[in-house]
Nanobody
Framework: QVQLVESGGGLVQPGGSLRLSCKAYWFHIAAYTMRWYRQPPGKERELVATITDVGATTYADSVKGRFTIARDNSRDSVDLLMNSLNRDDTGVYSC?????????????WGQGTQVTVSS
């Protein structure tokens, strides 16, 4: 099965850090733009961070300076390094891979990993 699988979520105290990982199976991510999304409880899913196939990154304003997205094409994985976490960072974090080939979209989603920031 072509899929993305997230790991690394859990419970962390405010001010703490977490490292999330997303591993691709049965496809290689080198040509894909990779993204991390999150969905806080009771809210819509939002884009957190993006890294293109050539390594350019963008972040939501709410996480700039605190989160870092990185990719390792040799391992077909993308990480999200999260620092200085606060309660607003709580939610289900999902990774996404997107590419187009001859105008045909290819997109994959992971099922998500829970991040809870609480004392």
């Amino acid at each position: 099965q072509v899929q993305l699988v997230e790991s690394g979520g859990g419970l962390v105290q405010p001010g703490g850090s977490l490292r999330l990982s997303c591993k691709a199976y049965w496809f290689h991510i080198a040509a894909y733009t990779m993204r991390w999304y999150r969905q806080p409880p009771g809210k819509e899913r939002e884009l957190v961070a993006t890294i293109t196939d050539v390594g350019a990154t963008t972040y939501a304003d709410s996480v700039k300076g605190r989160f870092t997205i990185a990719r390792d094409n040799s391992r077909d994985s993308v990480d999200l390094l999260m620092n200085s976490l606060n309660r607003d960072d709580t939610g289900v974090y999902s990774c996404n891979a997107y590419a187009t080939v001859d105008s045909h979209p290819f997109e994959y989603w992971g099922q998500g990993t829970q991040v809870t920031v609480s004392s």
